[in-house]
Nanobody
Framework: QVQLVESGGGLVQTGGSLRLSCTAS????????LAWFRQAPGKEREFVAA????????YYAASVTGRFTISRDNVNNRVYLQMISLKPEDTAVYYC???????????WGQGTQVTVSS
């Protein structure tokens, strides 16, 4: 088990940038694939981005490719989501997750709100 705490959300104008951070506790952080998901009001939670254990292989949803970058720091037990060129449709609660990509993510943070104003 790993505990995850997100930070960095907030209110930003269209075209702006934010960087989300997720700090994990536990000594097995580097053994997990890490991901960001988001859930907008009235919508199902959706995958945003993932970075595998090596930190080299990444995956992105089509809607964020070219605008979002996921990275991880296995020394400090952190995963980041750098977001640029934000759009109102990026407004959602963003969740950090740890698990195995393609199998399932069983550890979740509490979420951080991102609001993009038009």
């Amino acid at each position: 088990q790993v505990q995850l705490v997100e930070s960095g959300g907030g209110l930003v104008q269209t075209g702006g940038s934010l960087r989300l951070s997720c700090t994990a506790s536990g000594r097995t952080f580097s053994s997990y694939d890490l991901a960001w998901f988001r859930q907008a009001p009235g919508k199902e939670r959706e995958f945003v981005a993932a970075v595998l254990r090596s930190g080299i292989t990444t995956y992105y949803a089509a809607s964020v490719t070219g605008r979002f970058t996921i990275s991880r720091d296995n020394v400090n037990n952190r995963v980041y989501l750098q977001m640029i060129s934000l759009k109102p449709e990026d407004t959602a609660v963003y969740y950090c997750a740890a698990g195995r990509h393609g199998v399932g993510y069983g550890n979740w943070g509490q979420g951080t709100q991102v609001t993009v104003s038009s």
